[in-house]
């Protein structure tokens, strides 16, 4: 079946310590798209990337980086920079070009938390 | 800057009444929006979408109402169904013509359906 797979499921880290959350998507979307959510709050964008090899900052970039080197795959490391990264990360994917709905189909989370 | 609003953050709804769920946008480049269900520890699932050039779009049981000149646009379900106790989320974009741009969402509205 096509869709977004997002692993881990659930990771801890210590403080200072990089982590990479992987997504990967077989819908042969062009672009992907991680967003953070915080309680009481929307999804906010970290980053996104509308085709192999290029990428924009969202909302919330810094403290975040990611890299876009295959269509189905685009990671996002979460580096001692980011202040508060103790969050639930979604993934996400889209069509680009005319006639595409808008529509996001995303993975089912990672929940990362800071020790 | 909250540019999708949704005021409230909860809602209970006895089954088999109707469920209205409310939001509102800021930006007068938006000219797309999508509300998206997710239930916890799941990633968000699009449910349905309106574009600016029309004022209602349904399906099923699920019907979405655009008030462009109120910057306004609201879900409606009925009847309401346990199945659809959830966080329900709006958000909008503006429309390329190279297709979707990223979305921006609101802070989600968590529907509680009581048998």
């Avoid at chain 1, 900052?57 to 001692?80: H, M, N, Q």
């Avoid at chain 2, 409230?8 to 769920?21: A, D, W």
């Avoid at chain 2, 349905?48 to 209602?56: A, L, M, P």
Wanted: hydrophobic share 30%; glycine share 8%.
């Amino acid at each position: 079946d096509g869709g977004i797979t997002q692993s881990p499921k659930y990771l801890f880290r210590k403080e200072g310590q990089n982590v990479t959350l992987s997504c990967e998507q077989n819908l042969n979307h062009d672009a992907m798209y991680w967003y953070r959510q915080d309680p009481g709050q929307g999804l906010r964008l970290i980053y996104y990337s509308q085709i192999v090899n290029d990428f924009q900052k969202g909302d919330i970039a810094e403290g975040y980086s990611v890299s876009r080197e295959k269509k189905e795959s685009f990671p996002l490391t979460v580096t001692s920079a980011q202040k508060n990264p103790t969050a639930f990360y979604l993934c996400a994917s889209s069509r680009q070009g005319r006639g595409s709905t808008g529509e996001l189909f995303f993975g089912e989370g990672s929940r990362l938390t800071v020790l | 800057d909250q540019q999708v609003k949704q005021n409230s953050p909860s809602l209970s709804v006895q089954e088999g009444r109707i469920s209205i769920l409310n939001c509102d946008y800021t930006n007068s480049m938006f000219d797309y929006f999508l509300w998206y269900k997710k239930y916890p520890a799941e990633g968000p699932t699009f449910l349905i979408s309106i574009s600016s050039i029309k004022d209602k779009n349904e399906d099923g049981r699920f019907t979405v109402f655009l008030n462009k000149s109120a910057k306004h646009l609201s879900l409606h379900i009925v009847p309401s169904q346990p199945g659809d106790s959830a966080v329900y989320f709006c958000a909008a974009s503006p429309i390329s013509n190279f297709g979707n741009e990223k979305l921006t969402f609101g802070t989600g509205t968590r529907l509680t359906i009581i048998p």
